[in-house]
């Protein structure tokens, strides 16, 4: 029976340092590689077989992760906050931590993170990238309304951004001077074309054949676009992960931490330990929840009535979360079920 090697690496943009162990501890090989395709090649080549390697999540994991994969026993990725917990120590460099990585890897301490698979991660970056031209498109017109506010011109605020408003207002406002004209211009063409490409991206992965019907199942449930449905199929990954509504609740940021000691229990404002894409649309879905569904109405009225809206708000993105683990799960569609009362015979 062949021991296993437990390789730790630490990475970052430009090299790797690596640390090679077996299963009593000893180093067998360590040192630092250029991060390059080309250079891993050449270094697992001189590594011992069979072999496990851990790292730490980090923006370069990705590819390094994709490219490592098939020649390895097994390759983890681990949680960056609690890998710094259990590694803290006093001396810290990359040697270090990836000594302190293989040591966790090979003691089975290490704190794994969950990964996707390498197409939903490729269709993630598109839609993260279509919310970078929202932000982006959001920011031109505040900028337009600005230009506008800095010269003293009078506008309609709600159809400012119509193409017929615009184009009417620069033609026959005399207020507008010569010099704002081709700056408003501008801003005006770069916003059409960046809404043309966020809904060119949109569409696209819509209609991507990995992810069609999954998003149009969960666009059965009430309040739920395809913005939202999209997010939560690309961030979620394999709903499965989950054993419990509160933990993908806990995972979207729709809950406070919890510190206990003795009998004293403390709740926290949400918890920054979240997945901050799936939050922030939950969020703005759960605002609109109420018109669209009687049954999320109810809920928001009911915590409404406590006092507090933004409580309210969550309270129906938590509901929102439980309607997509339960689709998304059963593979069904959503389906009301009207209480109705039934006499026995």
């Not at 040697?95 to 993630?124: G, N, Q, W």
């Not at 003795?262 to 918890?271: D, E, G, W």
């Not at 129906?316 to 209480?339: I, M, T």
Request: aromatic share 6%; with cysteine; hydrophobic share 40%.
């Amino acid at each position: 029976m062949e021991s296993m090697y437990y390789i730790g690496l630490d990475v970052h943009k430009k090299t790797i340092s690596y640390c090679v162990k077996d299963g009593s501890g000893q180093i067998h090989a360590e040192g630092a590689i250029p991060a390059t395709r080309a250079d891993l090649d050449l270094w697992m080549k001189t590594l011992p077989q069979p072999w496990t390697a851990a790292m730490e999540a980090t923006l370069f994991t990705g590819w390094i992760y994709d490219h490592l994969l098939p020649h390895a026993a097994a390759l983890k990725v681990a949680h960056p906050l609690m890998l710094r917990a259990i590694a803290a120590a006093k001396k810290k460099n990359d040697r270090v931590d990836a000594h302190k990585i293989a040591d966790c890897l090979r003691c089975d301490f290490l704190p794994e993170c969950y990964m996707v698979s390498t197409a939903i991660r490729e269709r993630r970056r598109t839609l993260r990238y279509r919310n970078l031209l929202v932000r982006q498109a959001v920011q031109l017109k505040n900028k337009i309304s600005g230009l506008l506010m800095e010269a003293g011109v009078s506008y309609n605020k709600q159809k400012l951004h119509k193409v017929g408003y615009f184009r009417e207002l620069l033609a026959t406002n005399q207020e507008i001077g010569e010099g704002l004209r081709p700056l408003l211009r501008i801003c005006r063409e770069t916003l059409v074309r960046l809404q043309k490409t966020e809904s060119a991206l949109v569409r696209s992965l819509e209609h991507d054949p990995l992810l069609a019907e999954r998003v149009e199942r969960l666009m059965t449930i009430p309040a739920v676009g395809p913005i939202t449905a999209l997010t939560w199929v690309l961030e979620i990954g394999d709903v499965q992960r989950f054993s419990s509504i509160k933990k993908a609740i806990s995972y979207c940021g729709l809950c406070g931490a919890e510190k206990s000691s003795a009998n004293m229990i403390q709740r926290t404002p949400l918890s920054k330990q979240r997945n901050k894409h799936l939050q922030s649309v939950l969020i703005e879905a759960a605002k609109l929840a109420p018109r669209r569904s009687s049954g999320l109405a109810l809920v928001y009225d009911q915590e409404r009535q406590k006092g507090n809206a933004n409580r309210a708000t969550l309270a129906v993105a938590r509901k929102l979360v439980a309607y997509l683990v339960a689709v998304d799960r059963s593979q069904r569609e959503f389906l009301v079920v009207k209480n109705q009362n039934r006499t026995a015979a």
